[in-house]
């Protein structure tokens, strides 16, 4: 029977979409593992609630910003806005005109001088009993006649109505109606009779007197001075009042003799009466239909069209039927303001590690964003006009005070992103953001190490002309190029602010330097150098009381600079932080090898725990120090943790020998073969805590090769190099680089660097023989 041949073994061979498939898997896993591992950790959870508040203050602010007029009268408009909602508006020039012309036909008012209407009834009604002890023509007084007109019939006509020293009720009733029609038609003087028909539009008059406010027609006014148009007005007065000729001519003369104002002018009065009218004028309103330009592109927005675009923005946002569309544009503003804080939050996170594993700084970030843009917007609307200075400068601030703080990657990213938080905020375009992004970067570009104010002077500088120079270029792109003049002064104008904004950062920076190095626990180069100077008083007390600490700190430090160079680290920093690494030896400098000048050495004397404690106190001695001293955070971090947790070897070792000593002569006095009771490690370690910058990493391992290379009998670079290695290998094995960022490569080009510059300083020497040698050496020769 014929055997069936087998198949050969094959390998099981995954699809590719098998293997997709398991990639997404092992990616979904590692994801959520993030998350839960990131939702667990308690800054996270500060971070959420740091951020939701700066989402909440910031979109506030920019919502309330977006709603407000962002424009001033006199600018040549970019664009052009039409009316979204009809609405009406007050007319002021219109209504200001028709309360002028109430005003002007307001009544003038007069009130009545009681006096004069007295005296002239008195005279009167008196006339026929002067004129009834008077004969005849002849026997009266001239100036009498004269003033009366008398005649033969007027004096007869006039003494019929006086009889027993009584005058006829006739006489009396026509007195009294003269009188009466008299207040009806007001006398006035000449001025105030011109000041009427000039000063007054009205066709009426007010006559007031104590008890009565009466109307009457201009036309009835009548001038004193007049004298044809006075003896017309009052002989048709006395006629209308019933005198008869030949009496009604002497009653005539009367009035016209002497005549004296019968109204005076009230000017209060009237002035009341005109502010009456003017109020009692209602508003004029004009009707804006939807779709009306309420201003055009390329023209000069004036007052009146300022105050209908304000109209216009009440409306609408209080408008029942664009309620939504008012909220949409809110909404999507919280939407724009949530995004920028996760990009903000998301960057810091991800290449900030400074800022993600400390909240407070995290905090510190938002409270300085969100500030800088409220300044801006609550400048922007208070004086739009300064939009150039308002709008950029906060944007400018912002990235000055975090390169500063951080660095320059930090301080270009999150300018960036609030330079679109402003824009948004208060509806600018592309061009405004340009500008922007100039004084960011130019800004960035000069601040990358802060040694000398001049740098900083030099910042202010350099953004204030590129400001202005990029304000003039995006005014010749962006404006409508109509009336030059207009443009050029505006353009000039917005130059100058955009360019006074850059150096008020520069001069606000300078002066506030101390305080951002308090708020953000950073350093700046001017300070270093400060603290680099030998005559700093804590330099100064080291010299003296600690020499040989003085000079090993001089050597640790050249070794460190040069070390934190090669890995692009902070040089100055390590540098400064070296000179204060060993200042609590300053308290006891006799226990320390470097100080001691010959003799016995004190720690013969002590038991290997009391020189432990000498030993390590001074790190806690050091601390002491540069709290009362002051010195920055990032200094004090090189003194307490220069040390890291390292084991000090040579008292641990001497413990252990004197055990295992006590324990050997315990035995041979008979005693029990017990094991000696050893002494911890842990006992005999610093406290720590362990480097967490890089620049403290490299200062303990230059600070243990510098103190090493001492003890060496022939420090060849090869014996150097083989110590520096062994020492770097130690200290990464025994764990005192996990909290700080040092990579191997970077911890490779360290040590390289060290062995050169410590080979460098304890090179051989060539051997110079004494002159006695070199006599004997000539006498054998």
Request: with cysteine; hydrophobic share 45%; glycine share 6%.
């Amino acid at each position: 029977m014929a055997k069936e041949p087998t198949k050969p073994a094959t390998r099981s061979v995954r699809s590719p979409r098998s293997r997709q498939a398991l990639l997404r898997r092992e990616h979904r896993a590692r994801t959520d593992a993030l998350i839960d591992q990131a939702f667990r950790s308690p800054g996270t959870v500060w971070a959420i609630l740091i951020w939701s508040l700066f989402i909440v203050v910031c979109g506030s602010v920019a919502a309330w910003t977006r709603m407000q007029p962002l424009v001033s009268v006199g600018r040549i408009m970019n664009s052009t806005h039409l009316a979204r909602v009809p609405f009406e508006v007050d007319d002021p020039a219109q209504t200001e005109a028709n309360r002028r012309q109430a005003r002007a036909l307001t009544p003038r008012v007069y009130y009545a001088a009681s006096n004069v209407f007295e005296s002239l009834r008195n005279s009167l009604e008196n006339l026929p009993k002067i004129l009834a002890s008077v004969e005849n023509l002849q026997s009266a007084p001239a100036d009498l006649t004269r003033q009366l007109e008398l005649t033969e019939a007027g004096l007869a006509a006039i003494r019929d109505q006086a009889s027993g020293g009584e005058v006829s009720s006739y006489w009396k009733r026509c007195s009294q109606q003269l009188v009466t029609l008299l207040a009806r038609r007001p006398l006035l003087d000449d001025a105030t009779y011109r000041a009427e028909f000039t000063e007054s539009s009205a066709r009426d008059v007010e006559l007031r007197s104590a008890d009565s406010r009466t109307l009457v027609q201009r036309d009835a006014v009548i001038n004193i001075k007049e004298e044809a148009q006075l003896k017309e007005a009052m002989t048709r007065l006395a006629g209308a009042a019933g005198f008869n000729e030949p009496a009604l001519r002497v009653v005539v003369s009367r009035l016209i003799t002497n005549p004296e104002p019968t109204y005076q002018y009230d000017d209060a009065a009237t002035n009341t009466a005109r502010s009456e009218r003017a109020a009692a004028v209602p508003p004029v309103r004009n009707r804006i239909v939807e779709g009306h330009p309420i201003f055009v592109r390329g023209k000069e927005l004036t007052p009146a069209a300022l105050e209908l675009y304000k109209a216009e923005l009440r409306t609408f946002q209080q408008s029942k039927e664009s309620a939504w569309k008012v909220w949409v544009r809110i909404a999507s503003i919280f939407g724009a303001v949530t995004a920028i804080a996760l990009a903000v939050a998301g960057y810091l996170t991800l290449f900030c590690p400074r800022v993600r594993r400390n909240p407070g700084r995290m905090a510190g970030i938002a409270a300085l964003l969100a500030g800088a843009l409220s300044i801006a917007c609550l400048g922007t609307v208070a004086e739009p006009q300064l939009l150039s200075l308002s709008a950029i400068a906060p944007t400018v601030f912002v990235a000055v005070i975090l390169v500063i703080a951080y660095d320059q990657r930090v301080a270009l990213a999150i300018g960036t992103l609030h330079g679109v938080l402003s824009c948004i905020a208060m509806d600018q375009p592309i061009g405004i953001y340009a500008l922007m992004l100039t004084g960011v970067s130019f800004a960035v570009l000069q601040l990358r190490e802060i040694r000398e104010r001049r740098g900083i002077i030099r910042m202010g500088l350099s953004a204030a002309t590129a400001l202005s120079v990029g304000t003039i270029l995006v005014a010749l792109i962006d404006r409508p190029i109509v009336a030059p003049g207009v443009l050029l002064r505006q353009t000039g104008v917005d130059a100058i602010l955009a360019g006074a904004g850059g150096l008020m950062v520069g001069v606000v920076t300078l002066s506030i330097i101390p305080l951002i190095e308090r708020l953000f626990g950073v350093t700046t180069g001017m300070t270093l150098i400060e603290l680099r100077d030998p005559k700093q008083p804590l330099l100064r007390q080291l010299q003296q009381l600690a020499p040989g600490t003085y000079n090993h700190s001089l050597n640790v430090a050249s070794i460190a600079e040069a070390a934190a160079d090669s890995i692009k680290a902070d040089a100055l920093l390590t540098y400064v932080g070296s000179l204060y690494h060993d200042i609590g030896k300053m308290n006891k400098p006799d226990y320390f090898v470097e100080n001691q000048s010959g003799g016995p050495n004190k720690h013969d004397k002590l038991s290997p725990a009391m020189s432990l404690l000498v030993i390590v106190g001074h790190v806690k001695d050091g601390m002491a120090m540069a709290e009362e001293f002051a010195l920055p955070r990032s200094i004090r971090h090189f003194i307490e943790a220069h040390h890291g947790t390292t084991l000090v070897e040579f008292f641990y070792n001497r413990a252990r020998r004197q055990a295992e000593k006590g324990a050997a002569e315990a035995k041979d006095q008979g005693g029990a073969g017990a094991e000696p009771e050893m002494p911890e490690e842990i006992e005999y370690r610093y406290p720590g805590p362990k480097p967490r910058t890089k620049e403290v990493a490299i200062l303990m391992l230059a600070d243990a090769v510098e103190s090493a290379t001492r003890t060496m009998v022939e420090p060849t670079p090869s014996r150097i190099d083989a110590l520096v290695r062994a020492m770097a290998n130690r200290r990464l094995m025994d764990g005192q680089f996990d909290e700080c960022d040092l990579t191997l490569r970077e911890l490779q080009t360290i040590t390289e660097s060290i062995s050169k510059s410590v080979a460098s300083i304890y090179h051989g020497r060539v051997f110079y023989p004494s002159t006695a040698s070199i006599t004997q050496e000539e006498k054998r020769a």
